[in-house]
């Protein structure tokens, strides 16, 4: 397949496009660059630095290059400015992913791969977390991608475009080579800071809550490996053959795993103590998220390889370790 990877040089997309290549599929890169690095994509990855809303040019790009397949990553994703800059949010992530979609249209591209979330629950209502619970987000963030799903179901109802859509859940890690990694600016996510404060490149972890309903009072959440995100997206396409395809799944291990386990998990991998204090909970934090996965392995025959949250770890550490200034390195 020909796919346009939208979002390609960012964190999860730049570990799909690995995947993709590995898999024996064509990958295309269009990335603005404005939270991308150019340096997570390979020289010889045709690139296009265009911005996703300029259906004009991603609709040429497209028809060039006979795309057979567009993936969407490219999304603000952080939860607490899509609070303070809701319209920011709703225009990139919903207003521009509907100009790509006219671009598509226009060149006759009809299969489209989606970067849900799991903030598309909410607060869920039981747990662990199956896809055909109500979708109530708490956040505009969330609320923009639910959105895109609504217009994606619209789409395949109508046999005009037929989607995969993919809720994630935490991801993380990075590439098993060390070549690409998570390097994000500003970074908000636990496993990276943590990371930081074990070597000493930022100060102490501050755990954001610590009595919550959980067995140790801190977050739970299930941090899946982004190899293994990304190998779900290429076990799809056959589902979207079909025109009028709409499918969902929850892309997670299944285990819940504290921010306490996270820490003592980093001081392992590392060798190095992690200092950590604690904190005020965080705004908008649910206390729990973690996946009932058995939609996605058995619907798309998918396994998480990496089901032990040290093995996800080590190879953050491994990229963080030899870039320890990110792809600035
Ligand atoms: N945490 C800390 N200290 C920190 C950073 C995070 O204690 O310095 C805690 C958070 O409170 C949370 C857990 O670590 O309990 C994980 O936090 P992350 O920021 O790493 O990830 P989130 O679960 O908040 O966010 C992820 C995705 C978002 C998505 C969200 C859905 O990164 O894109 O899940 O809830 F919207």
């Given at each position: ?142 609320q923009t991608k639910l ?88 076990a799809v396409f056959d ?91």
């Amino acid at each position: 397949m020909n796919v346009l990877v939208v979002g390609g040089a960012g964190y999860i997309g730049s570990h799909c496009v690995r995947q993709l290549q590995t898999a024996g599929h064509s990958p295309l890169v269009l990335d603005n660059l404005v939270y991308g690095h150019r340096h997570a994509v390979a020289s010889d990855i045709p690139f296009f630095d265009e911005d996703l809303g300029n259906r004009h040019a991603v609709a040429q790009i497209l028809k060039e290059n006979n795309i057979d397949v567009v993936m969407h990553f490219a999304a603000y994703a952080y939860v607490g400015e899509s609070v303070t800059e809701p319209l920011k949010y709703y225009e990139n992530n919903v207003g521009n992913t509907i100009q790509l979609l006219l671009a598509m249209q226009d060149a006759g591209v009809t299969k489209f791969v989606f970067s849900s979330t799991c903030a598309t629950y909410g607060v869920p209502q039981s747990l662990p977390i199956v896809e055909d619970l109500p979708q109530s987000p708490i956040n505009p963030y969330g609320q923009t991608k639910l959105q895109v799903e609504a217009i994606l179901k619209d789409l395949a109802a109508i046999g005009k475009i037929s989607s995969a859509v993919f809720r994630y859940f935490n991801a993380s890690g990075a590439a098993e080579d060390g070549s690409i990694g998570e390097c994000h600016d500003p970074e908000t996510h636990l496993i990276p800071l943590a990371i930081d404060a074990a070597t000493g490149k930022r100060s102490a972890l501050k755990i954001f809550g610590t009595d919550y309903p959980t067995p140790d009072g801190t977050c739970l959440r299930d941090y899946i490996h982004v190899d293994d995100l990304s190998r779900a997206h290429i076990a799809v396409f056959d589902q979207l053959e079909d025109p009028k395809a709409f499918v969902h799944y929850n892309l997670g291990t299944g285990r819940p795993t504290s921010v306490r386990e996270i820490l003592d998990a980093v001081e392992k991998v590392t060798g190095l103590p992690v200092p950590a204090e604690e904190a005020p909970r965080r705004a908008g934090d649910p206390p729990s998220l973690y996946a009932d996965n058995t939609k996605a392995r058995q619907g798309l025959g998918w396994e998480p390889q990496h089901m032990d949250i040290e093995s996800t770890i080590a190879t953050a550490w491994k990229w963080h370790h030899a870039n320890p200034d990110g792809y600035a390195s």
